[in-house]
Nanobody
Framework: QGQLVESGGGLVQPGGSLRLSCAAS????????MGWFRQAPGKEREFVAA????????SYADSVKARFTISRDNAKNTVYLQMNSLKPEDTAVYYC?????????????????WGQGTQVTVSS
């Protein structure tokens, strides 16, 4: 199933920005739909964003639309999540994920590979 390694998390003030990266290995990256999920303490893991194989299509959770942008660089086997106008409610562990199916999906069970997660904390 390969390996996904996230980076870029940290502590940021409300209104600030962070960019998460996820490096993939051991998979044919250009064939994967890539996504980001997040999980806050005491809550279930939830969909954040997904991007198609060549980046032509994207999908976002309503809670992050117009603030977050997912992108990918197939030459670097890397997917990114640019997060702007961060809010305290964005605090969570963010997970990179991949699926080999043909379409963008929002369910946890739709994805077959997961990274270890990176913590994002939005606080003053």
């Amino acid at each position: 199933q390969g390996q996904l390694v996230e980076s870029g998390g940290g502590l940021v003030q409300p209104g600030g920005s962070l960019r998460l990266s996820c490096a993939a290995s051991g998979r044919t990256f250009s064939r994967d739909i890539m996504g980001w999920f997040r999980q806050a303490p005491g809550k279930e893991r939830e969909f954040v964003a997904a991007i198609s194989r060549i980046g032509g299509s994207t999908s976002y959770a309503d809670s992050v639309k117009a603030r977050f942008t997912i992108s990918r660089d197939n030459a670097k086997n890397t997917v990114y999540l640019q997060m702007n106008s961060l809010k305290p409610e964005d605090t969570a562990v963010y997970y990179c994920t991949a699926r080999t199916g043909p379409s963008l999906r929002t369910g946890v069970r739709d994805y077959d590979a997961w990274g270890q997660g990176t913590q994002v904390t939005v606080s003053s």
